[in-house]
């Protein structure tokens, strides 16, 4: 979304002539292309998907469109013939080997709708889709959308609402008009804030909101609390509407969501019995910028699954030796798990299948054959939703730093990875010196901003890879990966004196406060079996009992405690 | 510019994906291409114009694009490289780095944008 400028690339009104005609041939050939993948499917459905010439050919036209299309500017036409190509190769491939049986219905039944969606999708094609644009220098989308996950935009809000932004590690830009969205904002930003009077005012947003990539979280305020208004933000897209807000609720929002996508690509586990057919859903949802998983038996799922870590599980309602359903109540079971979404991909004829795995606490059903947009959407409508779901019950409601338990996990996880890598692990101990007696003369409201404006500290001086907790009350578990005992013992310290040196305001006038620190270490390169008696909860041990000698030795000061 | 390649040969028997790659090679990315569709245009196409590099499909309507590779490399005089295009699966690539005068792969899609600037990535690895 660079801004328009009159020729930022000399002869670019010649070159988007000549790109023109291109993409006007390449379309008229897609539309003939498109005519013999018709003919070729009717007639190889007709027979069972059995005449090895016309698979051949189909395998062709598919393979090249999925490289012509996509370097055309075509991206959706070009992952359709994409994981068509795959499909038919797949199934020549298994013909070779003399196969057949009952998965083989199935999975033509998947070639032939893929097939049908590439044909629709030609036909319904115009040249002007091509998002191929000399005149902006742009790359095709086969990149996928990107986003900044650091820039928050606000639209329409009043400006310097959200001026205390430190707590949060973002770039905030105020924008007034769409215009001047267009001109300030590079790439599509992580979170979108618009104001709904803006919104009344703006005819073109809906569009323009569209436009954005789904990584995009859209969030709505003001306007007032009814059904109406609330409909109207949801015909923006937003996730999230606050008719009544002030500024902490909106940072409360806004620093969720920032967390929620520095999680990464949605993970997401297949299962599925039939490799094909796995091999393909992988492949589809891959190119989606997911990261995907297949298992075709389900034995293994639940190491898989703490090895993985998916959002969302995609299983097969029928598989041989147990149902989907045995294997969702399976993972239910084990309660770390019970709240993975599952979505069961089922023919129409299970319906009574379909019932009893709605019982057993199944969130959705795809029919098989899956067209694959709706497969791309399904899994990353619920992986986000699970995510947030995580992340809420992750975090400490205060500071939004990680809660007790989530950060003692953490630990164990830091201290395998630690071991098996020989990298050094570091991890202290904080607690605030006297924080009762804040708490009892100037009330929890200023003990609690206490602890915010700490936590907000520790955000700004830590670096991104370090994993900060709270532990309940004024406790707080900072993990340091790769980061030798010294150093980590350096950098605690520098937060303690920049701690000690900030005034803190409160109604009473400001006040200066201090923490101690325990720091502990697992040295890198240890040999394993010598680390290996060293688990979290010795080194939190370490860490608090070096906690405790720099509260005896005075308070305000960071004590080491080796291993 | 300097040390660029003398000609690229661009060798699909897709029509528009050697339009789209003439674009991108010749009028954004500035360098002295030719075309062919077949085999037997590609070994003319190198006799005339003595091009130094080959941008090669490899999966070509009728012909494997390493033969017609193979073909180049034997009747050609003077060095030769090549550099191949594969689908998006790319499972077709295996051993291609065995190839005499190979120095990369391109996959399809590609982005117009982008594409001389590989090539010309691949073209300064050459020994």
């Given at each position: ?31 003939l292309q498109g005519d013999e993948i018709d003919a070729l499917e009717t007639r190889l459905s007709a027979d069972g998907w059995r005449e090895a010439e016309d698979l051949a050919r189909l395998d062709h036209l598919a393979h090249k469109l999925a490289g012509s ?12 013939a994409s994981a068509l190509e795959m499909i038919v190769r797949l199934i020549v491939r298994r013909r070779g080997d003399g196969e057949?049986?009952?998965?083989a219905?199935?999975r033509t039944?998947q070639a032939a709708?893929l097939a049908?969606?590439l044909v ?156 094909i057919?796995?091999?393909l ?283 | ?11 699909d028997d897709d ?23 077949t085999g ?17 499909d490899l999966c070509l309507d009728r012909e494997e694009g390493k033969d017609v ?17 594969t689908g998006a699966r790319?499972e077709e ?15 399809k ?19």
């Open positions: 979304m660079s801004t328009p400028s009159p020729s930022p690339l000399p002869g670019a009104n010649l070159l988007g002539g000549r790109l023109g005609n291109i993409v006007q041939s390449f379309h008229a050939n897609a539309l299309a996509g370097s055309l500017g075509f991206t959706t036409m070009g992952r359709d057949t049986g009952l998965g219905a199935e039944a709708l049908r969606v629709d999708r030609i036909r319904s094609s115009r040249p002007e889709d091509s998002t191929l644009d000399l005149e902006r220098l742009e790359s095709p989308g086969s990149d996928g959308p990107r986003i900044d996950p650091k820039v928050v935009v606000t639209l329409g809000l009043e400006p310097g609402l959200l001026a205390d932004l430190s707590l949060l590690d973002i770039i905030l830009v105020e924008v007034e008009t769409l215009v001047d969205w267009a001109g300030r904002v590079p790439l599509p930003p992580v979170v979108a804030v618009i104001d709904m009077n803006f919104a009344n005012r703006e005819p073109t947003l809906i569009q323009f909101l569209r436009d954005l990539p789904r990584e995009t979280t859209i969030l709505a305020v003001g306007g007032s609390d009814t059904f109406l208004w609330r409909v109207r933000a949801a015909r923006l897209g937003a996730r999230t509407y606050l008719p009544h807000y002030d500024a902490k609720d909106l940072l409360d929002h806004i620093s969720r969501i920032v967390g929620e996508s520095r999680m990464g690509p949605a993970r997401v586990l297949i299962l599925e019995d039939d490799e057919l796995a091999t859903y992988t492949a589809i949802l891959t190119e989606a910028g997911m990261e995907a998983e297949f298992l075709t038996d389900p034995t293994p799922i639940l190491d898989h699954l703490s090895t993985f870590e998916p959002d969302v599980l995609i299983s097969d309602l029928h598989m041989p030796g147990y149902s989907g359903t045995e294997v969702a109540a399976a993972i239910r079971h084990g309660g770390q798990w019970a709240t993975l979404p599952i979505v069961f991909l089922s023919r129409e004829q299970d319906l009574k299948l379909q019932i009893a795995a709605l019982a057993s606490g199944a969130d959705f059903f795809l029919p098989k054959p899956i067209l694959p947009e709706f497969l791309v959407s399904v899994a990353l409508d619920r992986a986000d939703r699970s995510r947030a779901l995580r992340n809420m019950t992750l975090r400490d409601p205060l500071t939004h730093l990680y809660n007790h338990t989530a950060s003692l996990d953490f630990l164990d996880r830091e201290v395998t990875r630690a071991r098996r890598g020989r990298t050094p692990l570091s991890a202290a101990l904080i607690d605030l010196d006297h924080f009762k007696k804040v708490n009892d003369t100037q009330g929890h409201h200023t003990g609690d901003h206490v602890i915010q404006t700490l936590a907000r500290l520790m955000r700004s001086r830590l670096r991104m890879a370090d994993i900060l907790g709270r532990c309940g009350g004024e406790e707080f578990l900072i993990i340091l990966p790769n980061t030798p005992m010294d150093r980590a013992v350096e950098v605690i310290d520098d937060l303690r004196r920049a701690f000690h040196a900030l005034p803190i305001e409160t109604p009473n006038g400001p006040l200066t406060l201090s923490f101690s620190a325990g720091v502990t270490g697992l040295p890198g390169g240890v040999a394993t079996d010598e680390a290996s008696s060293l688990d979290a909860r010795s080194l939190f041990k370490l860490a608090d009992a070096g906690l405790y000698d720099a509260k005896r030795g005075g308070r305000n000061r960071v004590a080491a405690k080796s291993f | 510019m300097d040390g660029d390649p003398r000609q690229v040969l661009i060798v029509p528009d994906m050697l339009a789209i790659a003439q674009l991108a090679l010749a009028d954004i990315g500035g360098l002295a291409t030719c075309a062919a569709q037997g245009e590609a070994l003319v196409a190198r006799a005339t114009h003595g091009a130094d590099l080959v941008l090669m590779w193979r073909a180049l490399k034997a009747q050609a005089p003077g060095p030769l490289h090549v550099i191949f295009v790319a690539v295996s051993d291609l780095d065995r190839e005499p005068g190979f120095l990369g792969l391109v996959s899609p590609f982005n117009p944008m982008g594409l001389a600037e590989d090539i010309r990535r691949f073209w300064g690895t050459r020994a």
